[in-house]
């Protein structure tokens, strides 16, 4: 009967954390921003690129506006836009940091009926780009659930500088190989370019949600 229940519960997560990054073993402890400002981090940021989401499927125009709250939270207002029929989405929570001492390791949460998820600011210089992380264990510790973002003060980052935060993230033993590029195409009146891959085999380095949608790599990235 115990491994009949533990059996359902195992079928019920793997279920829900189908279309994001499922990996064994506990979450690592990565280091984070050392003497992060939460005013200086405050403002709009752009979704450069992202481990795969169920809650933002479908999703283009991706960005985030932080601002501060009278109780010293973070208001948190996620905006996209679906790419079947133009729709706006948006959704609000609030951001806080349990330890003082640690700033950059934020919890946010968008409903009350929802547990929090850990928000951990692992790298950023406030001006061009942060690097956000999130990983959630599972069954005390077998196993864990992971998303990182990119995200960019503008619709665009220096190819340079995403190799920089990829090799970053790879000696933290992220896999950075799932990283998805955001669709910043034609937003709000805007026309970005999002690079392409240059001589190099799409089926090696493409990653995919469903047939519909398709998000490449850059090759010099790795």
Known sequence: ?????????????????????????????????????????????????????????GLKCVQANYSLLEDSTIQVLNQGEKKCCGDKTKAVGVAWAPDPA?????????????????YWVLNTDYNQYSVVWSCVNLFWGVARLE?????????????????DIVYELTKLKI???????????????TNTTVPTPLDHDPSSNVVS?????????????F
């Open 1 to 57: 009967m115990e491994k009949l229940v533990a059996f359902v519960i195992f079928s019920c997560a793997v279920s829900v954390t189908q279309g994001q990054v499922f990996n064994w073993g506990k979450c690592p402890d990565v280091p984070v921003k050392f003497n992060f400002s939460v005013e200086a981090y405050l403002g709009r940021w752009f979704e450069i690129a992202r481990f795969p989401t169920i809650f933002e499927k």
């Open 147 to 163: 998303l990182t973002w990119i995200l960019g003060r503008e619709r665009t980052l220096d190819e340079y500088l995403l190799r």
């Open 209 to 221: 949600e469903d047939d519909q949608e398709s998000y490449w790599i850059h090759p010099k990235i």
């Open 102 to 118: 640690e700033p950059a390791k934020l919890k946010v949460r968008f409903s009350r009926f929802m547990p929090a998820g850990p």
């Open 175 to 189: 896999d950075a190989v799932k990283f998805k590029w955001t669709d910043q195409n034609n937003c709000d009146g």
